[in-house]
């Protein structure tokens, strides 16, 4: 199994707002940190590198972020601990704050690849019934693991 993610955003400005630069000038730099990163598998995005013309949901200034990772470790260690850390920490400068989860997390089979609208289909699971098996956050990845192991035993 691998694990997708999901995570999403509203632009506070438009992406060629100046204000947006610090963000848009810097994409690329980060979304190559995260192929490089042991664990990444894949990352959705269009002919231009990256997935900010792409618009899974209705509101145009929402911009999504899905990657598949071989597991949580792999995922956290790029969040938390490469060039990413200091983009994330800058976040409420580029974007809103969200009033509902942005982020969610699933097992995936090796070589499947997530559709947008199987990633909407989890944050919706996620937001209306909490974190499961399902779909989670990272508070929910312990529990995860000890099932694992017991389906594995």
């Given at each position: 199994?691998?694990?997708?993610?999901?995570?999403?955003?509203?632009?506070?400005?438009?992406?060629?707002?100046?204000?947006?630069?610090?963000?848009?000038?810097?994409?690329?730099?980060?979304?190559?940190?995260?192929?490089?990163?042991?664990?990444?598998?894949?990352?959705?995005?269009?002919?231009?590198g990256n997935a900010?013309?792409?618009?899974?949901?209705?509101?145009?200034?929402?911009?999504?972020?899905?990657?598949?990772?071989?597991?949580?470790?792999?995922?956290?260690?790029?969040?938390?601990?490469?060039?990413?850390?200091?983009?994330?920490?800058?976040?409420?400068?580029?974007?809103?704050?969200?009033?509902?989860?942005?982020?969610v997390m699933w097992?995936?089979?090796?070589?499947?690849?997530?559709?947008?609208?199987?990633?909407?289909e989890r944050l919706?699971?996620?937001?209306?019934?909490?974190?499961?098996?399902?779909?989670?956050?990272?508070?929910?990845?312990?529990?995860?693991?000890?099932?694992?192991?017991?389906?594995?035993?």
């Amino acid at each position: 199994m691998n694990l997708a993610e999901l995570n999403i955003g509203r632009f506070r400005y438009p992406a060629d707002d100046p204000r947006m630069a610090g963000f848009m000038d810097n994409l690329d730099r980060v979304n190559a940190v995260a192929e490089r990163s042991d664990g990444f598998i894949w990352r959705l995005k269009d002919e231009s590198g990256n997935a900010t013309a792409i618009r899974p949901f209705p509101d145009p200034n929402m911009a999504v972020n899905l990657s598949v990772w071989r597991d949580a470790q792999s995922l956290k260690h790029y969040v938390w601990n490469t060039v990413h850390k200091q983009f994330y920490a800058r976040r409420n400068d580029w974007f809103e704050l969200m009033e509902s989860h942005h982020f969610v997390m699933w097992w995936i089979d090796e070589g499947h690849l997530p559709t947008p609208e199987e990633a909407k289909e989890r944050l919706d699971h996620l937001h209306q019934n909490g974190d499961s098996d399902f779909a989670f956050g990272w508070s929910h990845l312990p529990h995860i693991k000890l099932w694992q192991q017991a389906r594995c035993a």
